[in-house]
């Protein structure tokens, strides 16, 4: 069935040092995807997102790469920030459709 | 102010009780949605409506009921709460001119059902 994962649970990195989120994404057909960042307490918050005509966007401190090889998808998060720590969701879609699927989230944990 | 308001924002309630969670939005949005999220798992479509005479279920609607009151207004009931609805619970909004449907969050609702 259709599927959306990550690759590791929980990040830990150093306070300046670049992150990057891993997800894998099972359905060859999904054409557009999402990365959310959900910060304690709150709702997921949208970041940046890719279509699948790209291999790679770029936004403020963050950029993601789509494998459509390997149906791999990254977020990249320059200069890691105190502010960057929270969970991170990739989703995806399929045309119009309005119905995402998310992954199961990445914690990521930026060390002072 | 929140965009995308949700109530209460923590309950916890006994096996059996009747639940509701509330949602209003101020975006305008005809697109409402409730998602639930479980602890090591992604977030799961429970209910969706595109305009206030449409509801339609969603991935994961068994034990759940909603009501869309108002363009604005879309709340989820749990008619006989069990703990394993223990969860977080996000009510969303989308545009419907958006094709790409980005999903505006509220800050959730935290539910225990002992």
């Known amino acids: 069935g259709e599927s959306v994962g990550l690759h590791l649970p929980t990040l830990s990195v150093q306070e300046g040092d670049n992150s990057i989120i891993n997800c894998a994404y099972s359905n060859s057909a999904s054409d557009y995807f999402i990365w959310y960042k959900q910060e304690s307490g709150k709702g997921p918050q949208f970041i940046i997102d890719i279509r699948s005509n790209m291999d790679k966007r770029q936004g403020q401190r963050v950029t993601v790469l789509l494998n459509k090889t390997v149906k791999h998808l990254s977020l990249q998060i320059a200069a890691t920030q105190p502010g960057d720590s929270a969970v991170y969701f990739c989703?995806?879609?399929?045309?119009?459709?309005?119905?995402?699927?998310f992954g199961s989230g990445t914690r990521l944990l930026v060390r002072p | 102010d929140a965009d995308v308001t949700q109530t209460p924002r923590n309950r916890i309630t006994k096996t059996g009780k009747r639940i509701m969670l509330e949602c209003s939005q101020t975006?305008?949005?005809?697109?409402m949605y409730w998602y639930r999220q479980d602890p090591g798992l992604g977030l799961r479509l429970i209910y969706y409506s595109f305009d206030v005479k449409d509801i339609n279920k969603g991935e994961i609607s068994d034990g759940y009921s909603v009501s869309r009151q108002a363009q604005a207004k879309f709340s989820l009931s749990l008619e006989s709460a069990i703990p394993n609805q223990t969860a977080l619970y996000f009510c969303a909004t989308s545009d419907l001119r958006d094709p790409d449907g980005e999903l505006f969050f509220g800050e959730g609702s935290r539910l225990t059902v002992l």
């Open positions: 975006k305008g949005h005809d697109r």
């Open positions: 989703a995806e879609k399929v045309g119009s459709s309005y119905k995402l699927i």
